[in-house]
């Protein structure tokens, strides 16, 4: 397995691939794995011939109040997983061979930026549109996979590669849960004992929501009445948002149809949390 610091480098490891006739997957991620982010490995060693993955804590998706600094980071421990896994490539940059002295050139994905996610976290999608454009020009890989669970992050990137004409498929794999249902995050690491318990909330909210529109029930407010009286279960969680909207557009439906897109933000305790559901 090779352990890449640099982007010459692992231009330089990409190209003897494609020079050899293999296909590459990439899987971008911020280290701290989980299964959630293996389910991804395996999912681009069932399609591609080599798999990289990328560990990056992206600054530049941070604002200044939020979690850059306490983000989980265990490089070690996830080096030792993913060449159990089979990787063949990990790409792990300091933040100034990602961002040079004097970078001032950015990703902007006009429209989705400022939804959901982007409404309460100004500049996140511009960070993370940024960092994965660099990630595609340096591997240039044949498919790229993203979980469900960054279903707001997966609409901007997905319009970045149409509008910016990347020659890369977006592969979108499902969002792993715990057997309790709680969606699986690097950050789940930061909740104490009790707040993971609270955090199981976010995950019933959906259902709910689920429940009622399985029981024939379309109307958006009605939809997430259902889920905010579970949320309001549990005093200790500060809803950012629950919005249900078109999983492409990011926006708001008039009438829930089956694919919209059900999402939600919470903070439990300092942890800021998201999870959603197709419906």
Known sequence: MLVLRTIAETRVACKRIRGAGKTLGLVPTMGALHEGHLSLVRAAQASCDVVA???FVNPTQFG???DFAAYPRTFDQDCRTLEAAGVEVIFAP???EM???GSSTFVEVEGLSDRLDGASRPG????????VAKLLNI????QAYFG??????????????RDLQFPVHLAVCPTVREPDGLAMSSRNRNLRAEERRQALVLSRALLAAQQQFVSGEHGPGKLLAASLRVLGAEPGVQVDYLRIVDPDTLEDVAEVRSGALVAVAARVGVTRLIDNLLL
């Open 53 to 55: 993955v990328s560990i």
């Open 64 to 66: 200044p109040k939020e």
């Open 94 to 96: 300091s933040a100034e």
């Open 99 to 101: 961002y040079p002295p």
């Open 124 to 131: 996140h999608f511009r960070g993370v549109a940024t960092v």
């Open 139 to 142: 591997f240039a890989p044949d």
């Open 148 to 161: 469900q669970k960054d279903a707001a992050q997966v609409a901007v990137l997905r319009k970045m590669v």
